[in-house]
């Protein structure tokens, strides 16, 4: 069974200040793991997602994340914000089950941007 | 139109009405999704088709129905909903089987039921 876990449902920065919403997940096998984005009244987007190969990845809009295996995170951070990163930010996990995607989504965390 | 398109965008219901929603996907993916999304929860998925074949029925009442006539079209039938039932509503599809592909989503429909 997958899982995960995103610390802090609320995060508020300032304008230029460092981005980090954390995540934390499990897998029962090497886990395909990836952040979504969901504007007001929009669908998810996919910021970057992590499959094998390079641990540090990184996405759109100056986002990235680093997979840790020795502490199953899968932090997300940017290093300036800015006014329109104000959104909700999903970190999931993934495993190819039976000809779809089984995904399992955190509960969310929403970024405020304060001026 | 590209991408993932839902209609309606907006929703309200009685509790004895009947409606449905609709996915369309124009990317050529071949597994659709229906997924519920609540204030607070992570999102719930629902239903999912593989190749127009329902796959994954994940212990929804059996008020909502879905339907695939083909691989680029999902519905969500409802019937005899609850206010509980009030929640965003988001279809997303994907190719294939591996883990590692993303899916796309919709914009979602925003249901309320009275």
């Known amino acids: 069974a997958q899982s995960v876990t995103q610390l802090g449902s609320h995060v508020s920065v300032s304008e230029g200040a460092l981005v980090l919403l954390r995540c934390n997940y499990s897998?029962?096998?090497?886990?395909?793991l990836f952040w979504y984005v969901q504007y007001p009244n929009q669908g998810l987007q996919l910021l970057l997602k992590?499959?094998?190969?390079?641990?540090l990845v990184k996405g759109i809009n100056g986002f990235e994340a680093e997979f840790k295996k020795s502490e199953t995170s899968f932090h997300l951070t940017k290093p300036s914000a800015h006014m329109s990163d104000a959104a909700e930010y999903f970190c999931a996990v993934s495993e190819g089950s039976g000809g779809y995607q089984k995904v399992t989504f955190g509960t969310g965390t929403k970024l405020q941007v304060i001026p | 139109e590209t991408g993932v398109t839902q209609t309606p965008r907006h929703l309200v219901m009685g509790m004895t009405n009947k409606k449905s929603l609709k996915c369309e996907q124009h990317?050529?993916?071949?597994?659709m999704y229906w997924y519920k999304q609540s204030a607070k929860k992570p999102l719930e998925l629902m239903f999912v088709?593989?190749?127009?074949?329902?796959?994954e029925n994940n212990s929804v009442p059996s008020r909502f129905s879905p339907e695939c006539p083909n691989s680029s079209h999902l519905f969500l039938h409802l019937h005899t909903l609850q206010p509980e039932d009030s929640a965003l509503y988001l279809c997303?599809?994907?190719?294939?089987?591996?883990?590692?592909?993303?899916?796309?989503f919709g914009p979602g429909t925003r249901l309320t039921v009275l």
């Open positions: 992590y499959t094998t190969g390079a641990t």
């Open positions: 990317l050529g993916h071949n597994a």
């Open positions: 088709y593989s190749l127009e074949e329902r796959v």
């Open positions: 997303a599809s994907s190719q294939g089987a591996a883990g590692n592909n993303e899916q796309f």
């Open positions: 897998s029962s096998v090497p886990p395909y």
